[in-house]
């Protein structure tokens, strides 16, 4: 009897709430045409219920009591509040196109012009997107956020660069990267590679040795990013342009009261996935096992009794470390109708996972718009910014982390005298994974003056001179640093060696543009005619030294075999 009662119950409570519940169907079409517009979704405010559209633009939804508003909304159209009457079953909507999102302006190369006008093809990346994650280098912006570019990490050091491929791989040998252009200029960022600084060796072989050129930049100054994929909106830029453009846009100034923002941010990173390996009493029933089928022995002696042993070194552990980062803007922006003005200064420290890498960056940033006359315009944009990295070889077959996952658990990190240990022994003889983090040194140093300066000229109606000069100039030094030690048997280093190599680098451009803009009736149209000259020069020197006096003398010159390269 009770079972019934409850039976009744759920029935009449089912009853009850398909009662409350109203279906509204309907057609959704475009407001211009009248065509049925495939995919809109149709939503119920206030809760996660919804349809959406069909093949001839129909949709039906269930409306709970109490709720009495649909939202609409799709790709290129304007969304939409519905709110349905007292037993309305049937909402026809006929929606507009987003003629907002049709204007929107776009950079090419060439200048700007409105999405709708555009044929090429591009992606373009604003700063709320920049601003979705915690980013310390601009490259890494573009991860999974523009449509149709691959982004990869090529290195989890702090300050590592990404591999941006806009049409694929366009070569085997040859740099694949995009050309980046800041306000105008053509950024000078040099390889990824650590050949081109002088620290290849020092880091591998130097193919993908996670030095980033944009990590110069402050992520916190872009305004937008436009990434150009096809020949119409790259040809500007010629060669440089086959694999894609990325224009990176800053900050300006806007007309009223100076407004100052401070944006901070402390963080710890760690690594959160470690490869599971054996402790030591696992490695020594293996190590036995191994020394029973190969050689019919009882293998080594500490290891005929796991249950004594304990977990032994975690070499992961060891290597790896939570690791703080911290960055601070500071920020100007105002200006009158006749001057605006951008100002901007940060500051920003993230200490790398791996012991001995850390990244440091200065970065100091002024634009400036000056409508002089009605007919004359005037603008600078400069950039500074000053990087100090400690890399390290983390990858291949001599990297930290291969040492690490190939160290036994066995060896402690530290001997008695609180020396790095190292254990030789018959069938190993390898170093410590923590020394040779730590040991070693490959400083880096890049200085970096980016910008133009450059006037708009309208001496009659529609038509504009626009003149620039662009710079970037930067140099660099890698130090390079190799102490002697001796750790038992062939784990030794018996010649220090300091090896220092400064770069520097200059670019110039020369602009001049001629555009008129007119229209035709409803047509619009513009025409330009332009010149561009440009130079690029790099120079680099090398100072090496071995068998210096001491450790802790690290000048090349005081070692016995010391050369000079040009």
Known sequence: MKNILLFLMALALSSHIMAQQTTVTGVITDATDGSPIIGANVLIKGSSTGAISDIDGNYSVSVPSGKNVLVISCIGY??????LSANQRVANIAMKEDSELLDEVVVVGYGTMKKSDLSGASVSVGEDKIKGSIITNLDQALQ?????????MTSGAPGSSTSIRVRGQATVNANAEPLYVIDGVIFQGGSSSGHSVGLGDALGNGAATGISPLSTLNPADIVSMEILKDASATAIYGAQGANGVVLITTKRGKTGEAKFSYEGMFGVQNQAVRLKMMDLAEYAVYN????????????TVEYMDPSLLGKGTNWQDVIFRDAWMNQHNISAQGGTEKVQYFVSGSYMNQDGTL???EFERYSFRTNLDAQLKSWFKLGLNVMYSNTHERLLRADGSQGVLTYSLLTPPDIPVY????????????????????????LDDNFLTREKLNGNIFFDLTPIKNFTWHAELGFDISNSKAERWRPTYNFGGSVLRETNTSIIQRNNSLYWQLKNYLTYNGNVGKHNYTLMAGQEAWESKYEYISVSGSNLPDNSIKNPSLGDNHGCYR
Not at 144 to 152: Q, T, W
Request: glycine share 14%.
């Open 415 to 438: 001997d008695v005298y609180g020396n790095y240990a190292t254990v030789v022994r018959e069938g190993y003889n390898r170093m410590n994974p923590l020394a040779l983090a730590e």
């Open 355 to 357: 012991r001995g890498t």
């Open 144 to 152: 999974g956020r523009a449509a149709g570019v691959n982004s990869v």
């Open 288 to 299: 036995s096992s191994i020394a029973k089928t190969t050689g019919g022995q009882d293998g």
């Open 78 to 83: 304007r969304a939409q509040e519905i709110t």
